[in-house]
């Protein structure tokens, strides 16, 4: 069984950088998509950021773009969610996930595509 966790969440001002680290384990996850989703108070889980394991693509949320952006380190089995110029907008439990067979960079935006995920971390940003 694969285990995702997250880590990194906190408490920042806006304006703030965060990196968010999701260590995979229990199985492989060369070959599969990683992504971030997020979910705010009050709100849906929304996609944020997508990297392709083996490739390195990458494709994000428009509200995303330009402010964050997603990494993995092969070695460490890790993805990476570097955070910058976090505002109010920001604060959500974030969480990562995997999704073993998946289209085309359209269909990474789709949660029911993704098969493991983690428990989340909060990140609140203050403004």
């Known amino acids: 069984q694969g285990q995702l966790v997250e880590s990194g969440g906190g408490l920042v001002q806006a304006g703030d950088s965060l990196r968010l680290s999701c260590a995979a384990s229990?199985?492989?996850?060369?070959?599969?998509?990683m992504g971030w989703f997020r979910q705010g108070p009050g709100k849906e889980r929304e996609f944020v950021a997508a990297?392709?394991?083996?490739?390195?693509?990458?494709y994000y949320a428009d509200s995303v773009k330009g402010r964050f952006t997603i990494s993995r380190d092969n070695a460490k089995n890790t993805v990476y969610l570097q955070m910058n110029s976090l505002n109010a907008e920001d604060t959500a439990v974030y969480y990562c996930?995997?999704?073993?067979?998946?289209?085309?960079?359209?269909?990474?935006?789709?949660?029911?595509?993704?098969?493991?995920w983690g428990q989340g971390t909060q990140v609140t940003v203050s403004s």
């Open positions: 996930a995997a999704a073993l067979l998946i289209g085309p960079a359209p269909a990474w935006a789709q949660s029911r595509e993704y098969n493991y």
């Open positions: 229990g199985r492989t996850f060369r070959g599969v998509v």
């Open positions: 990297i392709s394991w083996n490739s390195g693509y990458t």
